[in-house]
């Protein structure tokens, strides 16, 4: 799963979809990784930290789109970071287009705290999760149409985990991930979530969202097989670790709101074994 890093903003903490120069990461490509991973660290700070009105963080990520925007026409930056990335972007011929997804799902997190539907969810993942995944096939020179879409349901998918491992967490930013027509059908309301009220309904809406993130990870677990060396090996942990954290929140009987279940040290020489056996 995601490691920390060294990186030129020094963000104030991990973004948690970023698989960030891990032993596993060849070191000629951790100087690349870690400058996307600043860009991406520091303009989702932007739309998370502190206490800045929503029009201040849409006004900052507009200035990182600008700065996209001059990347792609080639003109100089003032920003070391910004210069950097033009760098790392031009060296591997990266997808412009991956970043702006990233800076539209951050300016989405500003504006919108509810999903009506999955379909919508997916929608935001495909953007705030999915260019990560992108990035990584081609910086590895892998960036296949069968691999991609396998990467984009592996992404997804541990999006989602992260979603239903953090509904309290993110209720605490009056954010609910949980699909509002899911919360109707198995009959939870906000103030269940407000209370932490864990009861069959709960545990039937949980169920069914656990199943369905599995089914996503599943779906996409071939890339890790197909995926030479040190990467396919990486993905094979990540997979496995996204798979292990739905086992730990079903081993709660899906009590997320008053324990985060997480991976141990035990967890990783599970998460070998079983990287092991694919």
């Given at each position: 799963?995601?490691?920390?890093?060294?990186?030129?903003?020094?963000?104030?903490?991990?973004?948690?979809?970023?698989?960030?120069?891990?032993?596993?990461?060849p070191a000629r490509l951790r100087?690349?990784?870690?400058?996307i991973y600043a860009f991406a660290r520091s303009a989702d700070d932007i739309a998370d930290e502190g206490d800045a009105s929503p029009e201040e963080r849409?006004?900052?990520?507009?200035?990182?789109?600008a700065e996209l925007d001059s990347i792609e026409k080639n003109s100089s930056s003032e920003s070391q970071l910004f210069k950097a990335l033009a760098g790392v972007i031009h060296q591997y011929d990266l997808p412009l287009q991956?970043?702006?997804?990233?800076?539209?799902a951050f300016k989405q997190d500003v504006v919108t705290t509810r999903y009506a539907d999955f379909p919508g969810l997916l929608d935001y993942c495909a953007r705030s999760a999915n260019p990560v995944g992108t990035l990584m096939l081609h910086l590895y020179g892998e960036a296949s149409t069968d691999n991609l879409r396998d990467s984009d349901a592996i992404c997804s998918a541990l999006q989602i985990i992260n979603f239903w491992q953090d509904v309290a967490?993110?209720?605490?930013?009056?954010?609910?991930?949980?699909?509002?027509?899911?919360?109707?059908?198995?009959?939870?309301?906000?103030?269940?979530?407000a209370n932490g009220v864990l009861n069959e309904d709960w545990r039937n809406l949980m169920r069914f969202q656990i199943a369905r993130a599995r089914t996503m990870m599943l779906s996409g677990s071939g890339l890790a097989k197909r995926l030479p060396g040190r990467l396919g090996w990486e993905l094979r942990l990540v997979v496995q670790g996204g798979l292990r954290i739905l086992e730990k929140i079903e081993a709660v009987q899906y009590d997320v709101f008053h324990q985060r279940p997480k991976l141990g040290k035990t967890d990783w020489i599970r998460l070998a074994w079983r990287a092991y056996q694919m």
């Open positions: 799963m995601p490691a920390s890093a060294t990186h030129p903003t020094q963000p104030s903490k991990h973004y948690e979809n970023f698989p960030v120069a891990s032993l596993l990461m100087p690349a990784v870690n400058v849409l006004r900052q990520l507009a200035i990182y789109e991956c970043f702006r997804d990233l800076l539209s967490v993110d209720w605490q930013k009056q954010r609910i991930y949980l699909p509002q027509d899911d919360l109707s059908r198995f009959g939870i309301g906000e103030q269940q979530i």
